[in-house]
T-cell receptor, first 113, second 115 residues
């Protein structure tokens, strides 16, 4: 499968724990985007990364959320000290260049108990 | 502030009919307008996209109509099939510096095509 791979597909955390969401872009893609989808809402842009660089994080909450895309390995979206309001589907997309179509993974459904 | 307004929220169409979903945007800096199809438990999949230099784009049964002066665009699905039943999202991307990153999405339309 050469598509965007996200794992885990489902993640359950208790309030105060940390959540780590992983995204492997399509082969040959070096641009990664993270979006959050609340129930019955459209996707909201969070952050745009290239290898080792954060290009635009204007959609990321200022606290508890961070993202990285290391030289080797997947992109990671990290949520520290999770709260109930963090429950959502988190989608990753990738593209070969920033002006090329974004291809989405199947998301990680995060549930906070 | 919702920058892309999508309607209707849900739509029921008979097999063979035409499904029409509308979107309106406010930000004149947008210059890339894709439509995504999403099935339950899956990620959005790009269906078709348009830029403001054309008023219509057709790919198979899917057509985007674009009205730049009204800041509106719509998706038409001809000969709708039960397999088209899904949630459809319109989106808009800003111009410059790679125009399709930081997409702004509408809230989605749940399409049901009855057999």
């Amino acid at each position: 499968n050469a598509g965007v791979m996200q794992n885990p597909r489902h993640l359950v955390r208790r309030r105060g724990q940390e959540a780590r969401l992983r995204c492997s872009p399509m082969k040959g893609h070096s641009h990664v985007y993270w979006y959050r989808q609340l129930p019955e809402e459209g996707l909201k842009f969070m952050v745009y990364l290239q290898k080792e660089n954060i290009i635009d994080e204007s959609g990321m909450p200022k606290e508890r959320f961070s993202a990285e895309f290391p030289k080797e390995g997947p992109s990671i979206l990290r949520i520290q000290q999770v709260v109930r309001g963090d429950s959502a589907a988190y989608f990753c997309a990738s593209s070969g260049q920033s002006n090329q179509p974004q291809h989405f993974g199947d998301g990680t459904r995060l549930s906070i108990l | 502030q919702q920058q892309v307004k999508q309607s209707p929220q849900s739509l029921i169409v008979q097999k063979g009919g035409i499904s029409i979903i509308n979107c309106a945007y406010e930000n004149t800096a947008f210059d890339y307008f894709p439509w995504y199809q999403q099935f339950p438990g899956k990620g959005p999949a790009l269906l078709i996209a348009i830029r403001p230099d054309v008023s219509e784009k057709k790919e198979g049964r899917f057509t985007i109509s674009f009205n730049k002066s009204a800041k509106q665009f719509s998706l038409h699905i001809m000969d709708s099939q039960p397999g088209d039943s899904a949630t459809y999202f319109c989106a808009a991307g800003p111009a410059g510096g790679g125009s399709n990153y930081k997409l702004t999405f509408g809230k989605g339309t749940l399409l049901t095509v009855n057999p």
